[in-house]
């Protein structure tokens, strides 16, 4: 039995694989609560730019399909929903509704295909949801051209909102 | 002097991608915008960097017989390593390279530097050598990029080109677009540099090479 | 339930095809598209690696979810497909010589093939069940073998072909052609929605 070659390579590795995991734990940890707080901050902001300064807090009611929602002032209810466009999970957006009717469309993250899905990403184009009241309003949006899946991806984030914020009301 | 040359060499000479035509896939995958190029180019150098200095550091504490899975160990810490700061510090470009920032890990461009240089050599080569190359990645990223970005979308680094931007050929920024765009520029780098174009993908320090060279020359 | 699995398996294969438009396992798809009689082992290779993959990795990322250390995973992954691919070349060599002289050539390309880690990763990052994953798998390593027996056919035109300019001749040639298959495999966007 010679230990060189039998015991020492998967010692060896083992003792690599125990270390670099344990480096990888400790870096996580520090880093957490700084990707905690980006998320928050891109939330915020998101918030603020397109429903303006309030203050706004999040409510532990849940709707499948529904990441988060969010009660503003004045009755707004903020939808933030993830749906898939043209790449899964493309489509990350906050739905503004209030007294029940759309009050407003915004983006967090829109990954689609730059020039082509990335066009829904447009203020003209998610005004057009503005003041829509049900699902069947928001089946007679059109799409925009060349963004197809991105357009059907939207619309059915829009319509999820709309639903949850039919049950929140009830 | 021979330190200057190991970092110089990847910018044109070995260029890992335009020359040696290794790491095709990040290549083809994320160079749809100027920045993405770049911010791929700058990840991948960093992890090169990091596992040239480690693996160069231990190269005599590694066994022969499990030297691929170790380094590849080491490369992947360095990979979820890159991972963490960039969630934390540069979220957008996080969400932009999506699934192909965990797949540095099996770039050949970073396993091959350490099989090729890092595990042959001292620890200041090894630091140059990771820099020029994976300098020198960014640099073909980066012109990648640039190029589909201007005629893909009509913008340079988000900026709107006049003229461009009115009807820019989308096809260069999806799939099809990315395959031709490589071959373009390095049959114009071939022409630029009087060589005979590289009849086959670079393979150098690739584990597979010694597979596919036997597929290559008709098999089994 | 049925059809759920069939669109997985059809997306996997023709609209999301993994090289050809998630550009992952360029380097075996150029490097061994030239023989067509290669393609097919090739592609058999790939198939059984990227099932076997999936079947080790996803209860792997299940444990690691389970101690909140999930962010592990690409490290796990890699290690275990390194290690796996050498587990099966050894018990093939002893137990069925035949058949490792058949696929032992194919089997180092399990492990630095980003096609593999990519679809485990995939798997995880869809959220698929583990069915759902290894179907997704299966469609995935077809979806290879399909680029790669279209792509050898192209190939062996532009290779045995006078009229190539000298600067195209070689890669770039390869992959101007290889840009076209993939502009013809867009036509499938849209098969599903």
Excluded: W
């Excluded at chain 2, 012109?143 to 340079?156: C, F, P, S, Y």
């Excluded at chain 3, 490097?31 to 009689?37: A, H, M, P, R, Y």
């Amino acid at each position: 039995m010679n230990l060189k070659t039998t015991v020492l390579p998967p010692l060896v590795l083992t003792i690599i694989c125990t270390v670099i995991s344990g480096a990888l734990i400790f870096v996580n940890n520090i880093t957490k609560e700084r990707v905690e707080e980006i998320n928050r901050e891109t939330l915020n902001e998101s918030l603020t730019s397109a429903f303006g300064e309030g203050t706004y807090t999040q409510t532990d009611k849940t709707f499948d399909g529904v990441d988060k929602i969010i009660e503003g002032e004045g009755g707004l209810y903020v939808y933030e929903v993830t749906t898939d466009g043209y790449n899964s999970d493309g489509i990350h957006i906050l739905v503004g509704i209030k007294d029940g009717a759309v009050e407003g469309v915004s983006f967090i993250s829109c990954s689609e295909t730059p020039g082509l899905g990335t066009k829904v990403n447009n203020d003209d184009y998610l005004k057009t949801y503005v003041g829509l009241k049900s699902e069947a309003d928001a089946d007679g949006v059109d799409a925009v051209t060349g963004a197809t899946f991105s357009s059907k991806g939207l619309k059915a984030a829009v319509k999820l909102a709309l639903a949850a914020d039919m049950e929140a009301r009830q | 002097m021979s330190n200057l040359k190991e970092f110089t060499k990847g910018f044109i000479k070995e260029n890992p991608t335009l020359v040696t035509l290794l790491g095709m896939c990040p290549t083809l995958a994320v160079t749809t915008q100027a920045s993405n190029g770049i911010g791929m180019g700058l990840a991948t150098t960093f992890v090169l960097v990091g596992s040239n200095i480690v693996i160069s550091l231990l190269k005599k504490i590694i066994p022969d017989a499990v030297r691929l899975p170790c380094y590849i160990v080491i490369i992947a810490g360095f990979v979820t390593l890159i991972e963490f700061l960039l969630k934390g510090y540069v979220p957008t470009l996080y969400d932009s390279l999506g699934i192909f920032l965990s797949l540095i890990t099996v770039n050949c461009i970073i396993l091959g530097r350490a099989e090729v240089f890092a595990s042959k050599n001292k620890v200041v080569p090894s630091i140059l050598d990771g820099l020029g190359m994976g300098l020198g990645f960014t640099l073909s990223l980066t012109l990648m990029g640039t190029v589909r970005e201007i005629l893909g979308n009509g913008t340079v680094f988000g900026f709107s080109l006049p003229l461009l931007n009115e009807s820019p050929m989308t096809i260069f920024i999806l799939p099809a677009g990315g395959f031709f765009t490589l071959g373009i520029i390095i049959a114009v780098v071939n022409k630029l540099k009087h060589k005979k174009p590289p009849k086959e993908i670079g393979c150098k320090g690739c584990p597979n090479m010694a597979s596919c060279e036997k597929l290559r020359n008709g098999g089994i | 339930m049925a059809v759920h699995l069939l669109v997985i398996m059809l997306s996997a294969i023709l609209v999301n095809n993994i090289v050809l438009s998630q550009f992952m396992g360029i380097c075996p798809f150029l490097g061994v598209s030239k023989v067509l009689k290669n393609c097919l082992g090739m592609g058999a290779a790939v198939i059984f690696v990227m099932l076997c993959a999936t079947a080790v990795t996803y209860p792997v990322y299940k444990l690691l979810e389970s101690l909140d250390i999930e962010y592990l995973k690409t490290v796990a992954f890699i290690l275990l497909i390194a290690l796996f691919v050498q587990l099966v070349e050894i018990i093939l060599k002893k137990i069925m010589p035949p058949l490792y002289k058949a696929l032992g050539v194919y089997l180092p390309l399990i492990t630095t093939n980003c096609a593999v880690l990519g679809v485990t990763i995939t798997n995880i990052d869809e959220g698929y069940s583990f069915l759902e994953a290894m179907v997704n798998a299966l469609g995935t390593g077809v979806g290879f073998t399909v680029a790669l027996l279209l792509f050898s056919g192209v190939r062996q035109k532009i290779d045995s072909s006078d009229s190539v300019p000298a600067m195209f001749k070689g890669v770039p040639a390869t992959l101007v052609a290889a840009s076209i298959v993939s502009l013809s495999f867009m036509g499938f966007g849209g098969l599903f929605s």
